[in-house]
């Protein structure tokens, strides 16, 4: 009998203390290099947003909505930008990605906004695609079009794209860039 209740003593005191350890947090310290690529300041009027492979600064006005890894911007409803993980790819490569019903107005190489993976080695690029999305015809809605902006890190090492589009009717191009480079890749992702 005594042997059953210092053992159930035991797991009392180590639970108690397990469960102090985990709300204090000392489980849940992230690697150096994320914890360095996560400290980056948040714009004014900004708030930060995750993934499992990314985090990023989108203004606060935004609802960030989890659709399975990626996440989708809203604003009072409507729908104003999305990440968007791909495949790898480079300038001859994205034509295997481009979506469907899409016409490509411009793709170009974005070299004044910082890497996302500060103190990170990785072969990072940043491309900017500009395309009109339309309805695909067997549809029976009524006619839509609209323009889209992605912005994609492409990461050579990972074989990854990590993006963000955006409505171009709703979002102006100074929020997209701080959106862009408020993005910081997850070590090890």
């Known amino acids: 009998m005594r042997k059953k209740l210092w053992g159930t ?4 005191v180590l639970l108690a203390g397990l469960t102090v350890w985990h709300f204090t947090g000392a ?3 992230p690697d150096t290099a994320y914890a360095q690529a ?3 300041p948040l714009p004014e009027g900004f708030k930060q947003a995750e993934t499992s492979l990314l985090t990023l600064a989108v203004p606060a006005a935004w609802s960030a909505e989890a659709n399975g890894k990626e996440l989708i911007f809203t604003v009072n409803g409507e729908k104003v930008g999305e990440t968007e993980t791909l495949d790898w790819f480079d300038a001859q490569g994205w034509v295997h990605h481009r979506p469907n019903h899409t ?9 004044d906004i910082p890497s996302p993976a500060p103190g990170q080695s990785r072969d990072l690029r ?5 395309l009109v999305l339309t309805k695909p015809a067997a549809q029976l809605d009524p006619d839509w079009r609209y323009d889209d902006s992605r912005w ?3 990461d050579s090492t990972a074989k990854l794209a990590y993006g963000v589009y955006f409505n171009e009717a709703a979002v102006n191009e100074e929020t997209m860039r701080k959106v862009v480079s408020g993005i910081r890749l997850k070590a090890g992702k």
């Open 38 to 40: 996560s400290a980056a």
């Open 27 to 29: 489980g849940d310290k």
């Open 9 to 12: 003593a035991a797991a009392v």
């Open 103 to 111: 016409e490509q107005r411009s793709f170009t190489e974005v070299t």
């Open 152 to 154: 994609y890190w492409t």
């Open 126 to 130: 940043l491309y900017k695609i500009g």
